[in-house]
Nanobody
Framework: QVQLVESGGGIVQAGGSLRLSCAAS????????TGWFRQAPGKEREFVVG????????YYEDSVKGRFTVSRDNAENTIYLQMNSLKPEDTAVYYC?????????????????WGQGTQVTVSS
């Protein structure tokens, strides 16, 4: 069993930066693919980025390429999402997710464990 806890959300002006963290419990976390998703009010949950268990491979959604950077520290059982040049349309609850299969794609069904989410609000 894996538990995921996100932190680092907040309110920031457009053009600003935030760094989200996702702390995981569980011995096998360092073998799981992980991802970040987000859900804005009235919208479906959408994929943001995925990262392989080793951290060597990543997969970004087009709208965040060049602005967001995902990383993981398996020794600390933590994944990070550095978000720069934030836009009002990035406003959402951000969730981290982990999957036993090791996949890190955009399909939410690939992931077995989800955090509770952290709110990111970008003001214009």
């Amino acid at each position: 069993q894996v538990q995921l806890v996100e932190s680092g959300g907040g309110i920031v002006q457009a053009g600003g930066s935030l760094r989200l963290s996702c702390a995981a419990s569980g011995r096998m976390f360092n073998r799981y693919g992980t991802g970040w998703f987000r859900q804005a009010p009235g919208k479906e949950r959408e994929f943001v980025v995925g990262i392989s268990w080793s951290g060597a491979s990543t997969y970004y959604e087009d709208s965040v390429k060049g602005r967001f950077t995902v990383s993981r520290d398996n020794a600390e059982n933590t994944i990070y999402l550095q978000m720069n040049s934030l836009k009002p349309e990035d406003t959402a609850v951000y969730y981290c997710a982990a999957g036993r299969s090791g996949s890190y794609g955009s399909d939410p069904s690939l992931y077995d464990y989800w955090g509770q989410g952290t709110q990111v609000t970008v003001s214009s």
